[in-house]
T-cell receptor, first 115, second 113 residues
Framework: GAGVSQSPSNKVTEKGKDVELRCDPI?????LYWYRQSLGQGLEFLIY????????KSGLPSDRFSAERTGGSVSTLTIQRTQQEDSAVYLC?????????????FGPGTRLLVL | GDSVTQMEGPVTLSEEAFLTINCTYT??????LFWYVQYPGEGLQLLLK?????DKGSNKGFEATYRKETTSFHLEKGSVQVSDSAVYFC????????????FGKGTHLIIQP
């Protein structure tokens, strides 16, 4: 079946602009995760959704970052007033229900470059 | 907070050599443990996992055993191939709350023919 998909695959933007990243999880997976992969920080967890709800948003790097999920499926990560330090690969993952032993399946990522 | 520590490399080996990549984790709770792999130009994919103490995960000739007494989950392979060249990430996950996977920094493995 189809895996996790993300769009766009690459995004180049100017400092100060807003960007929106999209994630389409595996059909039927209720748990959805956003991560960021950068050279300096490695792989960082950003936010988790169970259905449409995000219990804790404290992993988001700043208040310029927001995320939502609608219909228990597609999720968008929005970065407002982008900064150069936001340049990274943004990864999305999903799992069947968020249980501790479940595998998280990752999408190919969105490579964001802020000029 | 929760953390995972792994050797960062790069680790360079000859084909058919024995591989060990060390990984230790903080002992908060009873996490599940994972090894993910990222091949050049590809996304993160699960290599193997273990969900409780003394479990052994295995896949593609790789193995790792969940050792609660040493809080370790070392990755091993008896005979590596050039195609095993990749970045390997150890991770822990407690689930049930609002957290995601906690990853180590990644180990870049280079296998020379």
């Amino acid at each position: 079946g189809a895996g996790v998909s993300q769009s766009p695959s690459n995004k180049v933007t100017e400092k100060g602009k807003d960007v929106e990243l999209r994630c389409d999880p595996i059909s039927g997976h209720t748990a959805l995760y956003w991560y960021r992969q950068s050279l300096g920080q490695g792989l960082e967890f950003l936010i988790y959704f169970q259905g449409n709800s995000a219990p804790d948003k404290s992993g988001l790097p700043s208040d310029r970052f927001s995320a939502e999920r609608t219909g228990g499926s597609v999720s968008t990560l929005t970065i407002q007033r982008t900064q150069q330090e936001d340049s990274a690969v943004y990864l999305c993952a999903s799992s069947p229900s968020g249980g501790a032993g479940q595998t998280q399946y990752f999408g190919p990522g969105t490579r964001l470059l802020v000029l | 907070g929760d953390s995972v520590t792994q050797m960062e490399g790069p680790v360079t080996l000859s084909e058919e050599a024995f591989l060990t990549i060390n990984c230790t984790y903080t002992a908060t709770g009873y996490p599940s443990l994972f090894w993910y792999v990222q091949y050049p130009g590809e996304g993160l994919q699960l290599l193997l996992k273990a969900t409780k103490a003394d479990d052994k995960g295995s896949n593609k000739g790789f193995e790792a055993t969940y050792r609660k007494e040493t809080t370790s989950f070392h990755l091993e392979k008896g005979s590596v191939q050039v195609s095993d060249s990749a970045v390997y990430f150890c991770a822990r996950f407690s689930g049930g709350g609002a957290d995601g996977l906690t990853f180590g920094k990644g180990t870049h493995l280079i296998i020379q023919p």
